[in-house]
């Protein structure tokens, strides 16, 4: 098992930053991808950044390229999402999540959540 934990959410204006971590524990070595989904009122759960833990290559939904960078600390088993330029349609609770070795598309694994406003 593993177990994911989120922090670095929060309130902030439009145009301001805020950077996301998550911090892996457990069966570490399992983990295949580690990104971040978010969910918006009324809407579904969506793919923002994805990080391919051993090749390293990454993916970005279109609404976020340029402005959030999802990076990694292989020695803490952490992963970061640096947002920038933040729009209120960012708004959102964003997820921590990671899909194991062997396993499909879909997270495997989830955290508790933490909360992005954007005011405008």
């Known amino acids: 098992q593993v177990q994911l934990v989120e922090s670095g959410g929060g309130l902030v204006q439009a145009g301001g930053s805020l950077r996301l971590s998550c911090a892996a524990s457990g069966r570490t070595v399992s983990i295949s991808t580690m990104g971040w989904f978010r969910q918006a009122p009324g809407k579904g759960r969506e793919p923002v950044a994805i990080?391919?833990?051993?090749?390293?290559?990454?993916w970005y939904v279109n609404s976020v390229k340029g402005r959030f960078t999802i990076s990694r600390d292989n020695a803490k088993n952490t992963v970061y999402l640096q947002m920038n330029t933040l729009k209120p349609e960012d708004t959102a609770v964003y997820y921590c999540?990671?899909?194991?070795?062997?396993?499909?598309?879909?997270?495997?694994?989830w955290g508790q959540g933490t909360q992005v406003t954007v005011s405008s």
């Open positions: 990080n391919n833990w051993s090749g390293g290559s990454t």
């Open positions: 999540a990671a899909t194991k070795n062997g396993g499909g598309l879909s997270p495997d694994y």
